[in-house]
């Protein structure tokens, strides 16, 4: 029978959770102060260091990361520009593809579409109008990550000179927002006499679910 984890194993790997997240946002606003450093490689492969120790940091992979880090970093030195194209295309696609993954999965038999696994998990059993709105609102999310991924290469092609940089610099982020605000005021206009939770238990049962989701994918793989 597994013993239980002791609380101070827990608060330390939440500790260094919290200082990876801590690392990520602290990049992530060197990257947006380009006076910071008047080198461009020092810039670019201090961003790349604290991302590559907020990753071990959250994941425990140390070694791994090590090696990722120091050779990523030494790009940094020789092909600054390219670096932090490629880096700032692997943060926003990265999260936005695993998020597109995970929707559109599972609208595919036999899972369940996503939002409605959400919904139960708040509201248990789920009334037919409701599980034919979850499935809606899943197909909607699938489209807008789908969008959301293609929008940087459409407006790279298509757009005026240095667009495609809009999505990554908060617009798609921005359109998120606007598309939840609305959606939470849809959705008490559809959906009548239901008990609609906060925004917070919502984000607690998404982070469970996408957990269990996660974890499926994973042990079939």
């Not at 194209?85 to 559109?104: K, N, Q, R």
């Not at 809606?136 to 240095?162: E, R």
């Not at 469970?208 to 793989?221: G, H, L, P, V």
Request: hydrophobic letters at 50%; charged letters at 15%.
């Amino acid at each position: 029978m597994p013993t239980a984890k002791p609380d101070s194993f827990k608060h330390t790997k939440n500790a260094k959770k919290f200082s990876g997240i801590v690392l990520f946002f602290l990049s992530f606003l060197l990257g947006h102060m380009p006076s910071f450093s008047h080198d461009q490689r020092l810039l670019v492969a201090t961003i790349l260091v604290l991302q590559g120790i907020a990753v071990a940091l959250i994941t425990d992979r140390y070694r791994v990361m090590a090696c990722v880090t120091l050779f990523c970093g030494v790009l940094a030195l020789y092909c600054p520009t390219l670096m932090k194209v490629a880096d700032t295309a692997l943060l926003y696609g990265g999260p936005l593809g695993t998020l597109f993954f995970m929707f559109t999965r599972s609208l595919m038999p036999p899972n369940q579409p996503l939002i409605s696994r959400i919904a139960e998990r708040v509201h248990g059993g789920l009334r037919a109008d409701v599980e034919h709105y979850t499935l809606a609102l899943t197909v909607f999310w699938s489209i807008f990550f789908a969008i959301a991924l293609l929008a940087p290469l459409a407006l790279l092609v298509t757009g005026p000179t240095g667009a495609w940089r809009w999505p990554l610099s908060g617009g798609t982020f921005a359109c998120a927002l606007v598309a939840m605000i609305t959606e939470s005021g849809v959705r008490r206009l559809m959906i009548r006499n239901f008990e609609h939770v906060s925004l917070l238990a919502t984000i607690r049962a998404f982070r469970s679910a996408s957990a269990e989701a996660t974890q499926k994918i994973i042990f079939r793989a």
